[in-house]
């Protein structure tokens, strides 16, 4: 796990710690000390720590004049033991929409198990970007098959076209463009 990186191609873009409305301004991740580890194995050094003890991320690009925020996450998303959903909603979304953000592109291809608990904070995220969406890309299909059992999938757009983005060949705001535009096709259906 420590050779996984997060997508590092929209660094010259947008670095969240250099973002002085982002809820991670000023953080500081090492080049070359590992210090965080899930069950033991370290991780990247430059995955960044909300808190939780199996799930780490990424915001890779935040726009706020388009109110959108693509967040790349590591892990075990650990509801059950661990409250992640408490933990990401409190450090993260919630700064994020006191900024305007109010659309959420989450990428979880690195996020490698799911254990629900109640769907609480998934409905107050929901609440909270009532004119926007929370939209999650590349999960593995066992992880959303868990969400859709715990009714995150009432809360989260998951599934069909989402799945088949190769969101990494685009731009920040091509793929808030492209999965806007899904969304809004379902929305319409």
Do not use: C
Not at 70 to 85: K, M, Q, R
């Amino acid at each position: 796990m420590h050779d996984i990186e997060p997508f590092y191609n929209w660094l010259e873009l947008y670095s969240a710690a250099e973002d002085p409305r982002s809820p991670l301004y000023g953080a500081e991740n090492s080049l070359l000390q590992y210090t965080h580890t899930i069950y033991g194995y370290y991780i990247h050094p430059q995955w960044d720590d909300i808190d939780s003890e199996t799930l780490f991320l990424k915001i890779l690009y935040a726009d706020y004049d388009l109110g959108f925020a693509v967040i790349e996450f590591i892990g075990e998303w650990n509801d059950a033991l661990h409250n992640d959903i408490m933990k990401l909603k409190r450090n993260i979304i919630d700064p994020l929409v006191q900024e305007g953000i109010k659309h959420f592109i989450l990428i979880g291809e690195n996020v490698f198990n799911f254990h629900g608990s109640e769907d609480d904070y998934y409905e107050e995220w929901f609440e909270d970007v009532e004119e926007g969406w929370i939209a999650a890309i590349s999960f593995r299909d066992f992880v959303l098959s868990e969400m859709r059992s715990y009714n995150i999938d009432s809360y989260v757009n998951t599934g069909g076209t989402l799945d088949e983005l190769h969101w990494r060949t685009y731009t920040p705001k091509r793929l808030f463009a492209l999965v806007n535009s899904m969304i809004q096709k379902r929305l319409g259906a």
